[in-house]
């Protein structure tokens, strides 16, 4: 089982729509967490981290469940520009490692 | 100019060369890492460095060894490719000390092509 799951999509979505990226992860001991967007043939770039109170930045919105050990991402009002991979990412104290999801791919159409 | 940089950007060699990918950045930070990306796979952890001389393997450093002589470069060396080991391969930094040590920063990544 991978240590940190998403769902590979695509999400082809319509501009102006809501789309929501779940991911889950294995490791009860992992201590922070983080959306990093990365563009076709880019390098990732950090999105945004993940607070345990749930946070947001414009029309990004990232919550976290330790109980479930679950992630979520909720893109507002999407722009054609939002079309990229959304990797979920976990960082554990224990080993001072950051581990990665293998992405979530997005399109957002005209 | 870009902060974290990766020479070459693309490589094609054959089965049981050795290849060496170097990295630099100038963004002034000790923390260093090499990752390879798979489709379907993720980014994967091969080696990290915090400090000069410092060397930590990390979650497949089999078939990889690196090497970290001045703060800002830190390359990555394959002793003899295999075909497996076609893949994009980023260079990060990250700074030191709280919630600093949180973002990663990548180099824009080399695709080597094993043959």
């Known amino acids: 089982r991978k240590e940190v799951e998403q769902d590979p999509g695509p999400f082809n979505v319509p501009e102006g729509a809501t789309v929501a990226f779940n991911c889950t992860y294995s490791n009860s001991a992992s201590q922070s967490f983080f959306w990093y967007r990365q563009d076709c043939r880019k390098e990732p770039k950090l999105l945004m981290s993940v607070y345990s109170s749930g946070n947001e930045d414009g029309r990004f919105t990232a919550q976290l469940n330790r109980a479930s050990q679950y992630i979520s991402l909720l893109i507002r009002d999407s722009k054609l520009s939002d079309s990229a991979t959304y990797l979920c990412?976990?960082?554990?104290?224990?080993?001072?490692?950051?581990?990665f999801g293998a992405g979530t791919r997005l399109t957002v159409k005209p | 100019d870009a902060d974290v940089t990766q020479t070459p950007r693309n490589r094609i060699t054959k089965t049981g060369k050795r290849i060496m990918l170097e990295c630099s950045q100038t963004?002034?930070?000790?923390?260093m890492y090499w990752y390879r990306q798979d489709p379907g796979l993720g980014l994967r952890l091969i080696y990290y460095s915090f400090d000069v001389k410092d060397i930590n393997k990390g979650e497949i450093s089999d078939g990889y060894s690196v090497s970290r002589q001045a703060q800002a470069k830190f390359s990555l060396s394959l002793e003899s490719a295999i075909p497996n080991q076609t893949a994009l391969y980023f260079c990060?930094?990250?700074?030191?000390?709280?919630?600093?040590?949180?973002?990663?920063?990548f180099g824009p990544g080399t695709r080597l092509t094993v043959l």
């Open positions: 963004k002034g930070h000790d923390r």
């Open positions: 990060a930094t990250s700074d030191f000390g709280g919630d600093r040590e949180n973002e990663q920063f």
């Open positions: 990412v976990v960082r554990t104290y224990n080993n001072n490692d950051m581990r």
